[in-house]
């Protein structure tokens, strides 16, 4: 700036000194320019009258055009301004003039300096009336309208103008409140919405004061996600925002309140200067995780990004509508529309030279283009050729990785329970015709308003029961006292933790459970269903917050300030919005939860679970395509079922002819437990009776005073795990003396849970119990989904359609589109290829999901294991896996060639890798041993380099692919401890002198192809890799973002690669057979489609939504062989933004998808 003070006196001298900008500040505080100015300077400025009078003796071309800058000092000596003053004074004909501030607060206007052009703009303290009466006074031309700017102030003022233009908002009420009588106001607050003027917001909803600068800012979540609210406020620190407990709204002052939009977390600032020039930043958001994101100077990260044409015309109206020539206002993307939630005003872009280049090339045009006329000052508007967008691209023969799709199933959980009972007081039936039950007979209560009513039932049944015993109370004491002792449990309700279903039986019970007695009573009945239990438990978060993290080592480079740091490529993509990143979640709240924890690992974020939940995971649950309705089973899986219990409940040893029927297959998982298990029959009788010790066992704690209060893990007691295993115990074994094979499943669940959870109690034979239950389950679980490969098949693609149709689109559409935050190339120097997006898309769901999707790559024929080795391997790999445990990961990876003809079948690589998950508790020993993760960025193995050299290997030749790994060890109860030799595969730790040479039990988390040391020789011919190289990572010499060792955490087991060479196209046509063989193709995936692509409706998990019939979703109650929109109801799970159902009913549809 001092260059540009120098030379100030040329606003006298006429055009003396052209070669020097002009550039005259007047103000005292300024010493170090001070001495740099000729003493008569200051002088000069003030002297504006006459100064002005002996300019126009000189003849009237000469005079220069005066801009004048008339704003608060922190504003107008602003880095920013400074530097687009200083590139504004070397336009030929204009001079600055700087008010200082102690004019413009204590001078009478008439005082003021002249110019022919005033820059104005309000900010805290600044006296808005003067300029506005100093504009009158003078008349210069106005950059920024003063008048506009009270309105500004405002947000209810800014709304309306925003409104009148057409400009898409989010739905808002205003709220006023009379100061001196804040009651008196028309605002209805229930749990999970607020009432406004009578229109209605559910939570999550935004509540804003309705002055601007007031930027305390609430958002307020659904006790579905854990209710409470996110605080925004202006930037502390590094702090932008904390998350609070306090789930109710603000009682004093006005506020407007909004729909909260679905943005994945990240914000989009737009800086206009006059209505053709809109600058756009992404940054994250504020509601996020409240914390900032500073580079190494300590300024917020925040990365260019394109406007699409409809982003580009907002800008131009928002500009033209507030009068505001550089204004800044933000812009929230969600569901494929762009959003104004607010507009700021006079802003300017911190740090971009190229903005502020723009900026004063804009803004001196526009000066220029307005007063060279009076000023006879000869101008043409200079035109430009645009600039050409230089992309610079990867070099070499690099494959880019494009597409990243994980199927993931959720994390440890409690064990699921639920409890059935016939019921028929009037109450009940009162209750199912409120939430529409008899629509289609069903109904699913899960808001906590509605659990509220049905405890209430039961509380008032217990009453009238214990007041006189011979009333019509048919509903049984015990099971109403267990409803109410679940429904009281945790003090509050959270939709996460407990539903209940009715189901409505025209002619009473349909069978008698083991725990009903034959009383059959004629007339309708519901049958109640309560489930609860089956929560994401803390080791279950921080197994999904660990893998989160781990991820991030799947994705290449780490350029600049990440450099050295493993997975920082990741971080670097998703910041740089390079990263297309969707997260989607079945409905439940243990799949939620998951999706939550591990996002929360992967993108490095901190804090609470619930503002990551609500706005980086979608719900996928209105279109089958993560959820299945476990009601309605698939005619193949009951006959299933049913054979399954046949050869089951034999008392004999296994046949080799049941070894046929069980295992057609010849699985070795599955013999190995047949094996073991010999007699089902006694095998049961075992477990049953080891139950029986265990419920004992549990009773004589009970009877213990020290120990009858003792806390188990995530707060259960002693008295609801005695429930939890005598309702086991009871269901068991049937009245017949027969076993109930379909609760094989939930014995392994629990012992899995206390062996892990509850090992402190220190119960005799639990081991033997898990041992037992674990070789049923082993038969049980896997077979429920299908026996032959035929039924397999069947079976998964019940489920698995609409997620296959998914998937292939992901695959398909790794081709750019708009919605997306693409890069402003010409910004961005310094990240490699700009335009190109990295597309990750994740799916958390259940364990059904998982178990099919990998039937269908196993059986669907997408490989013919005779010809294709690696395959044959991967499937002998399947086959010996025992069980698909929490956090089982399949996942495809879609690399691009660029230097490969686009057309051809070369030019697109797709890769499979699979994990079974969380490692059991004996699993040590029996581990099948695939062959690692063999990501084609491996080198063909003749150019591997030997261990030794890894380490140089990135420094010296950067080209050189490493493999993308990080080996760590973990063991089990002690603290992570990470091998200091980071690029090699010997993950032997000196600590641990327990590990197996093969490395087997360490934890590998995408550990590359073994060494040739470790590995038996023969594996390692088959893999002749295509020399391709990918990317070189450099890996840091020291643990990054330390994992916190949390010791009861089981470890995950690394992924490993099924098939490393697969051609897009292969994998397309595989998809497009698999799904057109399916029997229910049609009508699963039109409901799918038509509630997943609507533009329209890619609703987030919380996306606005008018107050909906409480059923859950209702389409998932409707017989799969309707299509979706068939029957009135507006799905809940469709947001009202869009129509609910496709435009037209025609077979043909169209879809538009923007995703």
């Not at 700087?98 to 005033?118: K, M, Q, R, S």
């Not at 009245?735 to 849970?753: A, V």
């Not at 730790?989 to 470790?1014: A, C, D, I, N, W």
């Amino acid at each position: 700036m001092s260059e540009a003070c120098a030379g100030g006196g040329g606003a006298i001298h006429g055009r003396g000194h052209r070669d020097v900008p002009h550039f005259v500040v007047g103000c005292e505080d300024d010493e170090q320019h001070m001495g740099q100015m000729e003493g008569g300077m200051k002088n000069k400025v003030f002297s504006v009258e006459g100064e002005m009078e002996d300019e126009d003796d000189e003849s009237p071309s000469e005079r220069q055009i005066v801009v004048g800058i008339c704003s608060m000092m922190k504003k107008s000596k602003s880095k920013p301004m400074t530097q687009i003053l200083e590139r504004l004074c070397k336009f030929d004909y204009i001079d600055v003039v700087i008010f200082p501030e102690e004019v413009i607060l204590d001078e009478p206007v008439e005082n003021w300096p002249l110019c022919d052009c005033l820059i104005s703009f309000h900010s805290k303290g600044f006296p808005l009336d003067k300029a506005v009466e100093y504009a009158k006074l003078r008349n210069p031309l106005l950059i920024n309208d003063l008048n506009m700017q009270y309105f500004i102030q405002d947000r209810r003022e800014v709304y309306r103008i925003l409104q009148e233009e057409g400009i898409d908002l989010p739905r808002y009420a205003v709220l006023n409140r009379d100061p001196n009588n804040p009651e008196e106001c028309n605002l209805v607050e229930g749990e999970d919405h607020v009432e406004v003027n009578g229109e209605v917001f559910p939570k999550p909803f935004v509540e804003k004061p309705v002055c601007a600068e007031d930027h305390n800012v609430y958002i307020y979540y659904p006790t579905s996600a854990g209710g409470g609210s996110q605080r925004l406020f202006r930037k502390i620190g590094s702090r932008s925002s904390v998350y609070s407990p306090e789930s109710s709204v603000r009682k004093t002052g006005s506020y407007i309140y909004e729909e909260f939009m679905p943005t994945d977390g990240t914000d989009v600032k737009v800086y206009t200067v006059g209505p053709d020039y809109a600058h756009a930043e992404a940054r994250k958001s504020p509601a996020l995780d409240g914390k900032v994101e500073r580079d190494s100077e300590g300024k917020e990260i925040r990365y260019p990004v394109m406007l699409t044409a409809m982003e580009k015309l907002v800008a131009r109206k928002v500009c033209l509508a507030f009068k505001q020539t550089v204004c800044g206002f933000d812009l929230l993307r969600a569901n494929g529309h762009s959003f104004v939630c607010d507009v700021n005003g006079f802003s300017f872009v911190k740090n971009s030279m190229k903005y502020y280049d723009d900026c004063a090339k804009v803004l001196g045009n526009m000066v220029m283009r307005e007063l060279a006329p009076q000023f006879h000052i000869p101008w043409s508007i200079p035109m430009e050729a645009e600039d050409i967008p230089i992309v610079p691209t990867t070099s070499g023969t690099m494959m880019e990785l494009r597409c990243v799709i994980a199927i993931i199933r959720h994390g440890d959980r409690t064990p699921k329970q639920k409890m059935k009972m016939e019921v028929r007081h009037p109450l009940f039936f009162e209750l199912f015709e409120k939430y529409g039950g008899y629509k289609s007979g069903k109904l699913k209560l899960k808001k906590p308003k509605q659990l509220q009513e049905v405890l209430d039932i039961a509380r008032l049944l217990l009453v009238e029961l214990g007041q006189h015993n011979d009333c019509e109370i048919e509903e049984k004491k015990s099971k109403l006292e267990q409803l109410k002792t679940v429904l009281e449990m945790y003090g509050h309700f959270s939709g996460i933790n407990r539903k209940v279903q009715l189901t409505y039986l025209p002619n009473g019970q349909l069978k008698a459970s083991s725990e009903e007695e034959d009383s059959q009573k004629e007339g309708p009945s519901l049958l109640l269903v309560l489930k609860w239990g089956g929560e994401l438990t803390p080791a279950g978060r921080v197994q999904a917050e660990e893998l989160g993290r781990a991820f991030r080592c799947m994705y290449p480079g780490g350029q600049g300030d990440y450099a050295g740091f493993p997975g920082c490529g990741l971080l670097r993509l998703h910041s740089t919005y390079r990263h297309d990143l969707k997260i989607y979640a079945s409905d439940e709240g243990r799949v939620q939860m998951t999706a939550a924890a591990f996002a929360k690992g992967l993108l490095a974020l901190e804090g609470e679970l619930t503002p990551i939940l609500v706005q980086m995971v979608k719900s996928a649950n209105m279109n089958g395509l993560l959820d299945s309705d476990s009601d309605s089973l698939t005619d193949c899986q009951q006959k299933v079922k049913a054979r399954l219990h046949e050869i089951m409940q034999k008392n004999q040893s296994f046949t080799q002819e049941d070894y046929q029927k069980l295992a057609p297959t010849g699985s070795p998982s599955l013999v190995n437990s047949m094996d073991l298990i010999e007699n089902p029959v006694k095998t049961c009788d075992k477990v049953h009776a080891l139950i029986q010790s265990l419920t004992s066992q549990i009773r004589k704690r009970l009877e213990d005073p020290k120990s009858a209060d003792l806390q188990l893990y995530h707060s259960e007691t002693l008295e609801l795990m005695l429930q939890r295993w005598s309702k086991l115990e009871r269901d068991f074994r049937m009245k017949s003396g027969r076993y109930d094979i379909s609760k094989i499943p939930d014995i392994y669940d629990c012992i899995k849970y206390d062996t892990q959870h509850n090992a402190s109690l220190g119960l005799e034979d639990t081991l033997e119990l898990f041992r037992l239950s674990r070789a049923l389950a082993d038969i049980v679980i896997p077979q429920e989904y299908g026996i032959s490969k035929a039924e397999k098949l069947d079976i998964a693609q019940a489920y698995c359609v609409p997620l296959l149709k998914k998937i292939q689109l992901d695959l398909q559409r790794t081709h750019e589109d708009e919605a997306v935050n693409k890069l402003h190339p010409l910004y961005s120097r310094g990240v490699m290829s700009p335009g190109r997006h990295v597309r990750t898309r994740l799916y958390f769901t259940s364990e059904s999901h998982v178990h099919s999707l990998l039937s269908i790559f196993r059986y669907g024929g997408l490989l013919d294991e005779e010809k294709d080795q690696q395959w044959k391997q991967a499937m002998d790999y399947l086959s010996a896996v025992t069980e698909l445990n929490y956090m089982t990961q399949i996942v495809i990876m879609l690399y691009e060639d660029n230097n490969k003809d686009p057309s051809s079948e070369e030019r697109f690589h797709v890769e499979l890798h699979f994990s079974p998950g969380v490692k059991g508790c004996e699993d040590e020993e029996n581990v099948p041993l695939g062959f690692g993760f063999r990501p084609a960025s491996s080198e063909n193995q003749d150019k591997q380099p030997n261990q030794g050299s890894l380490e140089d290997l990135s420094q010296d030749q950067p080209d050189q692919a490493i493999p993308i790994s990080e080996p760590i060890t973990i063991q089990r109860r002690c603290p992570m401890i990470r091998n200091r030799k980071t690029g090699s595969m010997e993950v032997l730790s000196e600590t641990s002198p327990t590990q197996s040479t093969k490395g087997s039990s360490s934890y590998r988390l995408f550990p590359s192809r073994q060494s040739p040391e470790v590995k038996p020789a023969s594996g390692l011919e088959l893999f002749s890799m295509p020399a391709v190289k990918r990317f070189s990572v450099s890996f840091a010499r020291h643990p990054t973002n330390g994992f916190e060792g949390c010791s009861m955490v089981p470890s995950i087991y690394p992924l490993e690669t099924l098939h490393n060479s697969l051609s897009l196209k292969q994998v397309d046509e595989f998809l497009n057979s698999v799904c057109e063989s399916s029997t229910e193709t049609h009508a699963k995936t039109m409901k799918a489609l038509s509630g997943l692509f609507d533009s329209q409706s890619q609703s987030s998990l919380y996306s606005p939504q008018q107050p909906l019939s409480s059923s859950g979703s209702e389409t998932s109650l409707r017989p799969p062989s309707r299509p979706l929109w068939y029957g009135s109801v507006p799905s809940s799970a469709v947001s009202s933004a869009g129509p609910s159902s496709p435009t037209t009913e025609s077979p043909s549809l169209h879809f538009s998808f923007t995703e």
